[in-house]
């Protein structure tokens, strides 16, 4: 992998592209940068929740009277003495909030670690032991907490559908009819949720772990009941979220509640352990794939339907259709969904929602039909290509998923294999190779920003989106010097507060697609104010010159087409005007406005190859290789960019062999609910990753042609693993994870 660049200027217009390392790298290393639970005020105080330790039923009383009495306990909040809470207008895409139900709404429980008081004291260890000595009584109800969701037997929603799926499917000569099953997956970003709530007068600013500051300003406004003008939200820096700091959760407003009764900062950062119940997670998903072909190998009809968990708090439709409709060509189609209620906390969106177990379990029933047909996997692919977006009828803006399946090819080297189950060794191991394609929407979004060109000679760049851990920052950057060549160490980036111009939320791999065009935008039309200035300001070389003969490279306003050390450093403009700072604004439009974009069909591309190492006498099985080939558009960042497939194909390893929530069937509680039990995928774990991009510009995007990075790097790797382990043993797994009993059952049955 190429090194990063730690670029000081001087790269001009060639910095869209490079190998940046991250400007904000060195404060994270050297322990500056504030994450949100780094935030300390004088008289802080410290909020720790209770939780329920029943799945399902009604608190019958609650006795807080020993806690409150406790030494450095503040305040006890519950039930019986909490302010009036708020829901959120319903399905309001511009406030969203993960749990409809405000914390303590009512008496009942929905399930195990919901949140039944908060204790606050002087400090994180009095308000644990008081938390403790809170005792509750319960009336318990029956939970619902069976894993299996398959005797559901209800109504199913329609998601897609085209000719006639199921006459299609039985007149067709090769038929897959199979099952796919992923478990509940716990996010386990490093950091923490975290708030830490401060009220001044009315107004409460909430230090946050937020993947969208402007969307949970919006929400907790609704929620508490005042102006949004009352409520600012800052996330300067995050440990990354994978979904689960999309929308506020119950702590939030807990955390502003106390700190508004007590008139103190509060701060209510989640244990781990709280993190497995309170804040979301990937729902388990079962999925029914009826693939019906021609024994050339052409898909006559797909048929997928799918059932996901919700919790009894809100409706959750994991969304497993996504990339089904438009990935391959298939006149005959049908997508049916229906959500089944269980006592557990309410899932949200994880890296990849709904494409990723959707593609897990098509690329899976893909594999199975290309070994029915005794065709190649790749070209099984290659015959079912898709000419435009049949789902929709839209023509692709950009789609290279049949380069992608080329070079993965031939950087894997597929043409050494034999398809035989078993066949391959190496060092007395057996291979499995297997491969997988993978989708992902590109999406643009509505962003505002400004670009300030200050008397300093500084550049600030302004907008209240935040750098989930992705590069955000750093992107930001690249485009301010590639605008006005000003080098890094005088390049401001400002976001992550809801005081700046409205931005885009970091989640769907879209807040760099969706934040270009505004700073763009914005520096461009600062550059046109400079330039004015340039030509009608007393004392300016340019003076009433043409505004469109000069041109802003490595700081300086000069001639176009003259060297820049003709010219003048900008700052000399803004100050011969008597200015402090030039201010230009942009805006990014969203697609669907876009008469650009909005009639295309607009996705990521990608094609996982997987290697595993099959030791069958020790029952050891390793991933030992994996390329990716991406098709994103244009590349912004070589290294923030690689980074994200990397981090990704290391979860979809976790999500391959280890990764699965489970609940205790009586309780509701997660047995492996921590760091030690919850399985997940680490370095020891991490093969060799091999990650290319094919940096085709999507210009429907934006101007740079970018289109996002990150969640694709997931989509195919686990239907890639087990298609390898059905290579290797024979075993085909379709519940994940790939368990060794499953391998082992296989060699016994052999026996
Ligand atoms: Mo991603 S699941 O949109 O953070």
């Given at each position: 992998m190429a090194n990063g660049m730690d670029a000081a200027g001087g790269l001009g217009k060639n910095i869209i592209g490079a190998p940046i390392s991250r400007i904000d790298g060195p404060l994270k290393t050297t322990g500056t940068a504030r994450y949100t639970a780094d935030f300390h005020f004088a008289y802080l105080a410290h909020a720790v929740p209770v939780q329920s330790t029943i799945a399902s039923g009604r608190i019958k009383s609650l006795n807080t009277s020993v806690a409150e009495k406790m030494p450095g306990v503040l305040l006890v909040l519950h039930h019986g003495n909490m302010d009036k809470l708020y829901r959120v207008v319903p399905n309001d895409s511009a406030a969203t909030t993960s749990e409809a139900r405000p914390?303590?709404?009512?008496?009942?429980?929905?399930?195990?670690?919901?949140?039944?008081?908060?204790?606050?004291?002087?400090?994180?260890?009095?308000?644990?032991?008081?938390?403790?000595?809170?005792?509750?009584?319960?009336?318990?109800?029956?939970?619902?907490?069976?894993?299996?969701?398959?005797?559901?037997?209800?109504?199913?929603?329609?998601?897609?559908?085209?000719g006639d799926v199921?006459?299609?499917?039985?007149?067709?000569?090769?038929?897959?009819?199979?099952n796919y099953i992923t478990p509940v997956e716990t996010h386990n970003p490093i950091e923490m949720h975290s708030t830490v709530a401060m009220w001044e007068d009315n107004k409460v600013?909430?230090?946050?772990?937020?993947?969208?500051?402007?969307?949970?300003?919006?929400?907790?406004?609704?929620?508490?009941g005042i102006p949004r003008e009352n409520v600012q939200v800052v996330t300067k820096f995050l440990g990354s979220g994978f979904g689960g700091k999309l929308?506020?959760?119950?702590?939030?407003?807990?955390?502003?509640?106390?700190?508004?009764?007590?008139?103190?900062?509060?701060k209510l950062s989640l244990s781990r352990k709280m993190m497995f119940t309170n804040v979301g997670h990937r729902p388990r998903c079962e999925q029914r794939f009826k693939i019906g072909a021609t024994t050339d190998g052409k898909l006559v009809s797909l048929r997928q339907d799918y059932l996901n968990h919700t919790s009894f708090i809100d409706d959750i439709d994991e969304g497993c259709g996504e990339a089904t409709p438009y990935l391959y060509s298939v006149p005959n189609l049908e997508i049916t969904s229906a959500l089944v209620q269980r006592n557990t906390g309410t899932p949200s969106p994880m890296r990849g929602p709904g494409a990723v177990p959707g593609l897990f379990a098509m690329e899976s029933a893909m594999d199975e039909l290309a070994i029915a047909l005794k065709i190649d996997p790749i070209e099984l692919r290659l015959r079912n290509e898709p000419l435009k977006d049949e789902g929709t009828g839209q023509e692709f803006s950009s789609r290279h998923l049949k380069e992608c399946l080329e070079v993965g090819k031939q950087k894997?080297?597929?043409?050494?294999?034999?398809?035989?189950?078993?066949?391959?060794?190496?060092?007395?191991?057996?291979?499995?190779?297997?491969?997988?394609?993978?989708s992902w929407g590109a999406y643009r979004f509505g962003a505002t920003a400004t670009v300030e060109l200050c008397a300093d000679g500084r550049v600030c760049v302004r907008s209240a989106t935040q750098d989930v851990g992705t590069g955000t920052y750093t992107v930001f950057a690249q485009v301010m010097h590639e605008k006005t060549g000003v080098p890094f160490d005088r390049i401001d980036v400002i976001i992550g507060d809801t005081s700046l111009p409205e931005g885009s939320m970091s989640g769907g791999s879209w807040a760099t697609a969706t934040s270009l065009p505004a700073i763009s935008s914005a520096a461009t039309n600062a550059t046109k104010t400079l330039m004015q200035m340039a030509v009608s300001t007393t004392g300016s070389p340019f003076l009433d010159q043409d505004p469109s003969k000069l041109e802003l490279s490595e700081g300086r306003v000069h001639l176009n087409g003259q060297a820049s050390s003709t010219g003048i450093p900008f700052e000399e403009v803004v100050k011969l005007g008597r200015l402090k700072g030039i201010i230009g604004e942009g805006k990014t439009i969203p697609t669907f406005e876009d008469p650009k974009a909005k009639d295309l069909s607009l996705h990521s591309y990608a094609v996982q190859f997987v290697e595993v190492e099959w030791e069958p006498e020790i029952a050891r099985l390793r991933v030992s290789r994996v390329v990716t080939v991406v098709d994103v558009g244009r590349i912004i960042n070589l290294k923030a960019a690689t980074n994200q497939i990397l981090g990704a194909v290391v979860m979809g390893i976790g999500m391959g062999l280890l990764e699965q929530t489970t609940y205790e069937q009586r309780t509701g509680q997660p047995i492996n609910g921590s760091m030690a039990d919850y399985l997940m995928a680490t370095c020891a774990d991490s093969p060799k990753i091999d990650v290319t991009f094919l940096n085709y510009p999507d210009l429907a995007m934006n101007e740079y042609g970018a289109r996002g990075v990150g969640e694709i790097g997931l989509a195919g790797v686990a239907p890639a693993i087990t298609a390898a382990v059905y290579h290797a043993t024979g075993i085909r797994v379709r519940e994940l994870p790939v368990r060794i009993e499953d391998l082992l059952q296989a060699e016994l049955r052999e026996a």
């Amino acid at each position: 992998m190429a090194n990063g660049m730690d670029a000081a200027g001087g790269l001009g217009k060639n910095i869209i592209g490079a190998p940046i390392s991250r400007i904000d790298g060195p404060l994270k290393t050297t322990g500056t940068a504030r994450y949100t639970a780094d935030f300390h005020f004088a008289y802080l105080a410290h909020a720790v929740p209770v939780q329920s330790t029943i799945a399902s039923g009604r608190i019958k009383s609650l006795n807080t009277s020993v806690a409150e009495k406790m030494p450095g306990v503040l305040l006890v909040l519950h039930h019986g003495n909490m302010d009036k809470l708020y829901r959120v207008v319903p399905n309001d895409s511009a406030a969203t909030t993960s749990e409809a139900r405000p914390p303590f709404e009512d008496e009942k429980i929905y399930h195990w670690g919901q949140f039944v008081a908060l204790v606050v004291g002087e400090t994180l260890e009095q308000a644990t032991a008081a938390a403790r000595a809170v005792t509750v009584e319960y009336e318990t109800k029956p939970a619902s907490l069976k894993p299996s969701l398959s005797d559901y037997t209800g109504k199913r929603k329609s998601v897609s559908k085209r000719g006639d799926v199921d006459k299609a499917f039985l007149g067709a000569p090769v038929k897959i009819d199979q099952n796919y099953i992923t478990p509940v997956e716990t996010h386990n970003p490093i950091e923490m949720h975290s708030t830490v709530a401060m009220w001044e007068d009315n107004k409460v600013t909430l230090y946050e772990t937020s993947q969208g500051v402007w969307n949970h300003r919006l929400a907790m406004a609704q929620i508490l009941g005042i102006p949004r003008e009352n409520v600012q939200v800052v996330t300067k820096f995050l440990g990354s979220g994978f979904g689960g700091k999309l929308f506020p959760w119950p702590h939030s407003a807990l955390a502003a509640v106390a700190a508004r009764r007590l008139d103190r900062p509060v701060k209510l950062s989640l244990s781990r352990k709280m993190m497995f119940t309170n804040v979301g997670h990937r729902p388990r998903c079962e999925q029914r794939f009826k693939i019906g072909a021609t024994t050339d190998g052409k898909l006559v009809s797909l048929r997928q339907d799918y059932l996901n968990h919700t919790s009894f708090i809100d409706d959750i439709d994991e969304g497993c259709g996504e990339a089904t409709p438009y990935l391959y060509s298939v006149p005959n189609l049908e997508i049916t969904s229906a959500l089944v209620q269980r006592n557990t906390g309410t899932p949200s969106p994880m890296r990849g929602p709904g494409a990723v177990p959707g593609l897990f379990a098509m690329e899976s029933a893909m594999d199975e039909l290309a070994i029915a047909l005794k065709i190649d996997p790749i070209e099984l692919r290659l015959r079912n290509e898709p000419l435009k977006d049949e789902g929709t009828g839209q023509e692709f803006s950009s789609r290279h998923l049949k380069e992608c399946l080329e070079v993965g090819k031939q950087k894997f080297g597929w043409d050494k294999r034999t398809a035989a189950v078993g066949s391959m060794k190496r060092d007395g191991k057996i291979l499995g190779w297997g491969m997988a394609a993978a989708s992902w929407g590109a999406y643009r979004f509505g962003a505002t920003a400004t670009v300030e060109l200050c008397a300093d000679g500084r550049v600030c760049v302004r907008s209240a989106t935040q750098d989930v851990g992705t590069g955000t920052y750093t992107v930001f950057a690249q485009v301010m010097h590639e605008k006005t060549g000003v080098p890094f160490d005088r390049i401001d980036v400002i976001i992550g507060d809801t005081s700046l111009p409205e931005g885009s939320m970091s989640g769907g791999s879209w807040a760099t697609a969706t934040s270009l065009p505004a700073i763009s935008s914005a520096a461009t039309n600062a550059t046109k104010t400079l330039m004015q200035m340039a030509v009608s300001t007393t004392g300016s070389p340019f003076l009433d010159q043409d505004p469109s003969k000069l041109e802003l490279s490595e700081g300086r306003v000069h001639l176009n087409g003259q060297a820049s050390s003709t010219g003048i450093p900008f700052e000399e403009v803004v100050k011969l005007g008597r200015l402090k700072g030039i201010i230009g604004e942009g805006k990014t439009i969203p697609t669907f406005e876009d008469p650009k974009a909005k009639d295309l069909s607009l996705h990521s591309y990608a094609v996982q190859f997987v290697e595993v190492e099959w030791e069958p006498e020790i029952a050891r099985l390793r991933v030992s290789r994996v390329v990716t080939v991406v098709d994103v558009g244009r590349i912004i960042n070589l290294k923030a960019a690689t980074n994200q497939i990397l981090g990704a194909v290391v979860m979809g390893i976790g999500m391959g062999l280890l990764e699965q929530t489970t609940y205790e069937q009586r309780t509701g509680q997660p047995i492996n609910g921590s760091m030690a039990d919850y399985l997940m995928a680490t370095c020891a774990d991490s093969p060799k990753i091999d990650v290319t991009f094919l940096n085709y510009p999507d210009l429907a995007m934006n101007e740079y042609g970018a289109r996002g990075v990150g969640e694709i790097g997931l989509a195919g790797v686990a239907p890639a693993i087990t298609a390898a382990v059905y290579h290797a043993t024979g075993i085909r797994v379709r519940e994940l994870p790939v368990r060794i009993e499953d391998l082992l059952q296989a060699e016994l049955r052999e026996a």
